[in-house]
């Protein structure tokens, strides 16, 4: 990551053009309000002249007259202080009291948690308005102590809202993690739980700063906030209510007043929650199809594009010609491209092993497969077969069809990828109830052969469990279960096993295994490790920042590999290596998308690059296993594994 | 599930109690003295002495607290100390008028509120979402006692469509009832349905990003039955807590609306049992809208339940 947070946080700000209007208004309001004094026109509280009641707006009097013959103008000038510091006294004493108290309930739990929280429940049992004139009646009335105790009513909400967050921070692994790490408490607090709990925060603080201005109006208009000296814009409305079956007038400046300031609120707070945000947008449920792209003589590095890899499946469930995803970059109008004209095979019955680091582009290429990347990016390819059918471009209905039929797929995260409000069961017969049109009876009792399938004991019982209940092993099962309910030709299991507990990921791939030989079904699988493969992948196809860069069969591939990133990958098994030394790791990181360089992609990271390496695109060609998108793939002797892999 | 109404019921208690305390002493601490503001200025010490005992509030704080308490207990909140009548039945006449107002300002947050933000979540960042966002951060932003009063204005001053205070008697059928609660209603759920529908967008578009959209779009599902089955129920949670957190803003609300359209409800009647000091009905008026705020709490709970399995299983 290049850039810092906080810049990142700013420079989105500064695009968001509603936010920034908002803000600049706001610092209008706050200008405003300090200069009062020497802007407004006539006094916050005398009459100039006694007999000039509820006049109209006129060049001595900007917004008319209130009916005591006040300027409304004068009085809307000052009514911003009182407005401004309202808020911020609530919202001070709300998040000095919220915050901690939430964070602190929310970590810890047990009676702590019991005893805050039911003080919490008393106070928010009653409406807060109702509170905080509970409150005065003690206090005492006047602007200070009304917004006293509507900030103490406030503190409530933070402080439930925070220990809310607190907890759903708690469900995510990476707390568990740290908590598992050794981290003490209160840095776990600070560094995992409050940044996550932060947004939430800042969109119920703006939100809260509005209420608080509301409430002052409230109070004021009951009488109970503002004194009858004090020009508060409540006050102002309370005023105007006594005229206002002569005019409504002096209700609308004001009320405007108080609706545009609490806007500006909301509007900056809803761009710094964005601006916050991980995606600068997003959630829509667009899933862009694939688009058409001609099969090109030649690909977009200018080099001749050869019929990949797939030459060596004879009867192809799955075939993939010139797949490229591109997402725009943030911050510019450019279009990255993560994925570069991918060509891909699999065979009937045969596993098919997509390897590489993170960052490689594997699992956004088997999301494009499946019509699902995720919204602004975009997808192109010339064709997608799956067993006879052309996916790109079909209408998402249709293609819906086949990603519950033909193809399933197994993701990383097991609990991510369980809907938590439903039965394990409810989401195993899901697809068998929607695409096979089975019975509830049937359904369940073909489940419960499924998850029998897929190794879990007691099926029985288990359907009716939650995913909760489950252990990520048992979890992912489920998950595989799910992907196999409609007897799908093609399998995709997206690192399905790097979640896990590393004592059940041998497991799991041995199921993979099984189900793909005793099924004859199809199996993509993909993943960052070529240590998982050598058991289970017939054929390899080794991915490297958006390329493809070597394929061949599982035996070639391991014996000799063809390109010096294989060749990196084999030597970073664990198994390949002596006891005593350490693990060998290719320096450095895979480049973003957008530093990726026309010429090999690997350069840069090559122990065996030349001069000739950087002096153009390089083509995938074919080499002495198979496919190699390496110049110097005939002269370089690269070592692979040395026993025979088993 | 039963055992997790139970459970509630019975933490409702401790509750109504903590509620009781709180506000009873709360509300002591004004000093003011409401058996001289009862009887005028011109009444004598003896007077004034004689209607302190009669009031009971020559008693020690903590006796007059027992007494109270007891009482309540049994639905007795004390007699009225202006009017001379039952308290629990002045509020009991007054409890349809406003339980009907939030209701309707409810359904109309409820049903605008949460069509609006599952809208604007499924097509985020398109015009359909922007306009929806712009709507509803104006809406949230009107303070109910201004759209009250231009309501009152424009509709009812101006207009004469529907009238701007309570039919001398009360409303008679259905008909009237319903014309009579309108404008009122209309006024309370602007910024309701406003703060749904924000955060109910907000929160199916966080769901939208989750990996179980994913599988089960990945599954096939159609747009459609993603949204409704897998998505909606997981993004009604914090809408639900939500909700919670409005049914007592509609309550509070109806304090300002009540006033401006002179309805004889439980909101005008703690407004002025706080300006008149009348510490008795105020403690009532607390309890009531405190007791109705608790069981709707309860009914949310239980949907919590429902809507998180993890949830069912801590109890």
Same mark, same amino acid.
């Given at each position: 990551?290049?850039?810092?947070?906080?810049?990142?946080?700013? !420079?989105?700000?500064?695009?968001?053009?509603?936010?920034?209007?908002?803000?600049?208004?706001?610092?209008?309001?706050?200008?405003?309000?300090?200069?009062?004094?020497?802007?407004?026109?006539?006094?916050?509280?005398? &009459?100039?002249?006694?007999?000039?009641?509820?006049?109209?707006?006129?060049?001595?009097?900007?917004?008319?007259?209130?009916?005591?013959?006040?300027?409304?103008?004068?009085?809307?000038?000052?009514?911003?202080?009182?407005?401004?510091?309202?808020?911020?006294?609530?919202?001070?004493?709300?998040?000095?009291?919220?915050?901690?108290?939430?964070?602190?309930?929310?970590?810890?739990?047990?009676?702590? *948690?019991?005893?805050?929280?039911?003080?919490?429940?008393?106070?928010?049992?009653?409406?807060?308005?109702?509170?905080?004139?509970? =409150?005065?009646?003690?206090?005492?009335?006047?602007?200070?102590?009304?917004?006293?105790?509507?900030?103490?009513?406030?503190?409530?909400?933070?402080?439930?809202?925070?220990?809310?967050?607190?907890?759903?921070?708690?469900?995510?692994?990476?707390?568990?993690?740290?908590?598992?790490?050794?981290?003490?408490?209160?840095?776990?607090?600070?560094?995992?739980?409050?940044?996550?709990?932060?947004?939430?925060?800042?969109?119920?603080?703006?939100?809260?700063?509005?209420?608080?201005?509301?409430?002052?109006?409230?109070?004021?208009?009951?009488?109970?906030?503002?004194?009858?000296?004090?020009?508060?814009?409540?006050?102002?409305? /309370? #005023?105007?209510?006594?005229?206002? *079956?002569?005019?409504?007038?002096?209700?609308?400046?004001?009320?405007?007043?108080?609706?545009?300031?609490?806007?500006?609120?909301?509007?900056?707070?809803?761009?710094?929650?964005?601006?916050?945000?991980?995606? !600068?947008?997003?959630?829509?449920?667009?899933?862009? $199809?694939?688009?058409?792209?001609?099969?090109?003589?030649?690909?977009?590095?200018?080099?001749?594009?050869?019929?990949?890899?797939?030459?060596?499946?004879?009867?192809?469930?799955?075939?993939?010609?010139?797949?490229?995803?591109?997402?725009?970059?943030?911050?510019?109008?450019?279009?990255?491209?993560?994925?570069?004209?991918?060509?891909?095979?699999?065979?009937?019955?045969?596993?098919?092993?997509?390897?590489?680091?993170?960052?490689?582009?594997?699992?956004?290429?088997?999301?494009?497969?499946?019509?699902?990347?995720?919204?602004?990016?975009?997808?192109?390819?010339?064709?997608?077969?799956?067993?006879?059918? @052309?996916?790109?471009?079909?209408?998402?209905?249709?293609?819906?069809?086949?990603?519950?039929?033909?193809?399933?797929?197994?993701?990383?995260? %097991?609990?991510? !990828?369980?809907?938590?409000?439903?039965?394990?069961?409810?989401?195993?017969?899901?697809?068998?109830?929607?695409?096979?049109?089975?019975?509830?009876?049937?359904?369940?009792?073909?489940? =419960?052969?499924?998850?029998?399938?897929?190794?879990?004991?007691?099926?029985?019982?288990?359907?009716?469990?939650?995913?909760?209940?489950?252990?990520?092993?048992?979890?992912?099962?489920?998950?595989?279960?799910?992907?196999?309910?409609?007897?799908?030709?093609?399998?995709?299991?997206?690192?399905?096993?790097?979640?896990? $507990?590393?004592?059940?990921?041998?497991?799991?791939? *041995?199921?993979?295994?099984?189900?793909?030989?005793?099924?004859?079904?199809?199996?993509?699988?993909?993943?960052? *490790?070529?240590?998982?493969?050598?058991?289970?992948?017939?054929?390899?196809?080794?991915?490297?920042?958006?390329?493809?860069? @070597?394929?061949?069969?599982?035996?070639?591939?391991?014996?000799?590999?063809?390109?010096?990133?294989?060749?990196?990958?084999?030597?970073?098994?664990?198994?390949?290596?002596?006891?005593?030394?350490?693990?060998?790791?290719?320096?450095?990181?895979?480049?973003?998308?957008?530093?990726?360089?026309?010429?090999?992609?690997?350069?840069?990271?090559?122990?065996?690059?030349?001069?000739?390496?950087?002096?153009?695109?390089?083509?995938?060609?074919?080499?002495?296993?198979?496919?190699?998108?390496?110049?110097?793939?005939? @002269?370089?002797?690269?070592?692979?594994?040395?026993?025979?892999?088993? | 599930?039963?055992?997790?109404?139970?459970?509630?019921?019975?933490?409702?208690?401790?509750?109504?109690?903590?509620?009781?305390?709180?506000?009873?002493?709360?509300?002591?601490?004004?000093?003011?003295?409401?058996?001289?503001?009862?009887?005028?200025?011109?009444?004598?010490? $003896?007077?004034?002495?004689?209607?302190?005992?009669?009031?009971?509030? $020559?008693?020690?704080?903590?006796?007059?607290?027992?007494?109270?308490?007891?009482?309540?207990?049994?639905?007795?909140?004390?007699?009225?100390?202006?009017?001379?009548?039952?308290?629990?039945?002045?509020?009991?006449?007054?409890?349809?008028?406003?339980?009907?107002?939030?209701?309707?300002?409810?359904?109309?947050?409820?049903?605008?509120?949460?069509?609006?933000?599952?809208?604007?979540?499924?097509?985020?960042?398109?015009?359909?979402?922007?306009?929806?966002?712009?709507?509803?951060?104006?809406?949230?932003?009107?303070?109910?006692?201004?759209?009250?009063?231009?309501?009152?204005?424009?509709?009812?001053?101006?207009?004469?469509?529907?009238?701007?205070?309570?039919? %001398?008697?009360?409303?008679?059928?259905?008909?009237?009832?319903?014309?009579?609660?309108?404008?009122?209603?209309?006024?309370?759920?602007?910024?309701?349905?406003?703060?749904?529908? /924000?955060?109910?967008?907000?929160?199916?578009?966080?769901?939208?990003?989750?990996?179980?959209?994913?599988?089960?779009?990945?599954?096939?599902?159609?747009?459609?039955?993603?949204?409704?089955?897998?998505?909606?129920?997981?993004?009604?949670?914090?809408?639900?807590?939500?909700?919670?957190?409005?049914?007592?803003?509609?309550?509070?609300?109806?304090?300002?609306?009540?006033?401006?359209?002179?309805?004889?409800?439980?909101?005008?009647?703690?407004?002025?049992?706080?300006?008149?000091?009348?510490?008795? &009905?105020?403690?009532?008026?607390?309890?009531?809208?405190?007791?109705?705020?608790?069981?709707?709490?309860?009914?949310? #709970?239980?949907?919590?339940?429902?809507?998180?399995?993890?949830?069912?299983?801590?109890?």
């Amino acid at each position: 990551m290049s850039m810092s947070t906080r810049q990142r946080v700013q !420079a989105r700000l500064t695009r968001n053009k509603v936010a920034m209007v908002g803000g600049v208004y706001l610092l209008v309001v706050v200008i405003v309000a300090l200069l009062a004094p020497l802007l407004a026109p006539h006094d916050e509280n005398l &009459a100039t002249r006694f007999q000039d009641i509820l006049f109209s707006p006129s060049s001595e009097y900007w917004l008319g007259t209130d009916h005591v013959g006040r300027d409304i103008a004068s009085r809307l000038m000052f009514g911003a202080r009182y407005a401004l510091f309202a808020g911020a006294e609530a919202v001070v004493v709300a998040l000095a009291i919220g915050v901690p108290l939430g964070l602190l309930i929310g970590y810890f739990r047990g009676w702590v *948690d019991a005893v805050v929280m039911r003080i919490v429940e008393t106070v928010v049992a009653v409406p807060a308005i109702v509170m905080a004139m509970a =409150i005065i009646a003690g206090l005492g009335v006047g602007l200070t102590k009304a917004m006293l105790a509507v900030g103490i009513v406030y503190s409530m909400v933070i402080t439930r809202l925070t220990r809310a967050e607190v907890f759903a921070a708690r469900e995510e692994l990476y707390v568990d993690g740290a908590i598992a790490a050794g981290a003490s408490s209160i840095r776990v607090m600070f560094r995992h739980v409050l940044p996550n709990v932060a947004p939430a925060l800042i969109v119920q603080t703006t939100l809260l700063f509005a209420q608080a201005i509301l409430a002052e109006a409230g109070l004021s208009f009951l009488g109970i906030g503002a004194g009858s000296d004090q020009a508060s814009w409540g006050r102002m409305l /309370r #005023d105007a209510q006594l005229s206002i *079956d002569r005019t409504i007038w002096p209700a609308i400046p004001p009320g405007l007043a108080v609706f545009s300031t609490v806007v500006a609120f909301n509007v900056f707070g809803d761009g710094l929650r964005d601006a916050f945000a991980r995606e !600068a947008r997003g959630g829509r449920i667009g899933v862009g $199809d694939v688009q058409r792209r001609e099969a090109r003589p030649i690909d977009n590095e200018g080099v001749p594009v050869q019929d990949a890899g797939g030459s060596s499946a004879s009867d192809p469930v799955l075939t993939v010609r010139g797949l490229s995803v591109a997402f725009p970059r943030l911050g510019t109008d450019d279009d990255v491209e993560v994925v570069s004209g991918i060509d891909l095979d699999v065979g009937r019955g045969e596993v098919v092993a997509l390897v590489g680091e993170s960052g490689s582009g594997k699992s956004i290429t088997a999301l494009s497969i499946l019509g699902l990347v995720p919204d602004p990016g975009q997808a192109s390819a010339s064709s997608i077969m799956l067993d006879g059918s @052309e996916l790109v471009e079909m209408p998402f209905e249709q293609l819906s069809r086949i990603r519950g039929t033909d193809i399933g797929v197994i993701f990383q995260e %097991p609990f991510a !990828a369980l809907n938590p409000a439903h039965t394990v069961g409810r989401q195993v017969a899901e697809p068998l109830r929607y695409h096979l049109g089975m019975s509830r009876a049937a359904a369940r009792a073909r489940t =419960i052969e499924l998850l029998a399938e897929v190794g879990i004991p007691d099926p029985e019982s288990r359907i009716d469990a939650y995913p909760h209940e489950f252990s990520g092993g048992m979890a992912q099962r489920v998950v595989a279960a799910m992907a196999l309910a409609c007897g799908p030709k093609l399998l995709i299991a997206d690192e399905p096993t790097t979640a896990l $507990d590393v004592t059940v990921q041998g497991q799991l791939l *041995d199921l993979i295994g099984d189900l793909a030989r005793r099924r004859s079904m199809s199996v993509l699988l993909i993943t960052h *490790d070529l240590g998982v493969v050598a058991d289970l992948a017939d054929r390899v196809a080794v991915m490297y920042a958006g390329q493809v860069v @070597e394929t061949g069969c599982l035996e070639d591939v391991f014996a000799s590999p063809q390109h010096p990133y294989t060749e990196g990958l084999i030597r970073a098994i664990p198994r390949n290596v002596s006891r005593s030394g350490d693990l060998p790791t290719i320096p450095g990181l895979v480049p973003s998308p957008w530093e990726w360089p026309d010429h090999c992609h690997f350069a840069d990271r090559c122990e065996h690059v030349t001069q000739e390496c950087r002096s153009g695109a390089v083509a995938l060609t074919p080499s002495a296993t198979g496919m190699s998108r390496c110049v110097r793939a005939e @002269e370089l002797a690269l070592k692979g594994v040395r026993e025979e892999a088993s | 599930m039963l055992r997790l109404l139970v459970g509630r019921l019975a933490a409702a208690v401790p509750l109504m109690f903590a509620v009781a305390t709180l506000v009873f002493f709360l509300a002591q601490a004004n000093s003011s003295d409401p058996a001289g503001s009862i009887l005028g200025l011109d009444a004598t010490e $003896d007077a004034i002495d004689a209607k302190r005992a009669e009031l009971g509030i $020559d008693q020690p704080l903590l006796s007059q607290y027992g007494d109270w308490l007891v009482d309540a207990v049994q639905g007795d909140l004390g007699t009225n100390w202006f009017t001379g009548e039952e308290i629990t039945t002045e509020l009991f006449d007054r409890i349809p008028v406003t339980l009907g107002l939030a209701f309707g300002g409810l359904l109309l947050a409820v049903v605008i509120g949460c069509s609006l933000g599952v809208l604007a979540a499924l097509k985020a960042g398109r015009w359909q979402d922007r306009v929806i966002t712009v709507i509803a951060s104006l809406g949230i932003a009107m303070p109910s006692f201004w759209i009250a009063l231009l309501l009152a204005y424009y509709f009812a001053i101006e207009l004469r469509w529907l009238p701007a205070v309570w039919p %001398p008697g009360g409303p008679d059928g259905i008909g009237e009832w319903v014309e009579a609660l309108v404008l009122p209603s209309v006024a309370l759920g602007v910024a309701a349905s406003a703060a749904i529908a /924000r955060q109910t967008r907000s929160a199916m578009i966080g769901v939208l990003q989750r990996d179980y959209v994913r599988t089960a779009l990945a599954k096939g599902l159609p747009v459609r039955r993603v949204v409704g089955r897998h998505a909606i129920r997981n993004a009604a949670i914090p809408v639900v807590t939500l909700i919670g957190f409005q049914v007592a803003a509609l309550l509070g609300g109806s304090l300002f609306v009540e006033l401006i359209f002179n309805i004889p409800g439980l909101g005008s009647y703690g407004v002025d049992a706080i300006f008149r000091g009348n510490v008795p &009905a105020l403690l009532g008026f607390v309890m009531v809208i405190a007791f109705v705020v608790v069981l709707v709490n309860i009914a949310l #709970d239980l949907s919590y339940a429902w809507l998180n399995p993890k949830v069912r299983v801590r109890g």
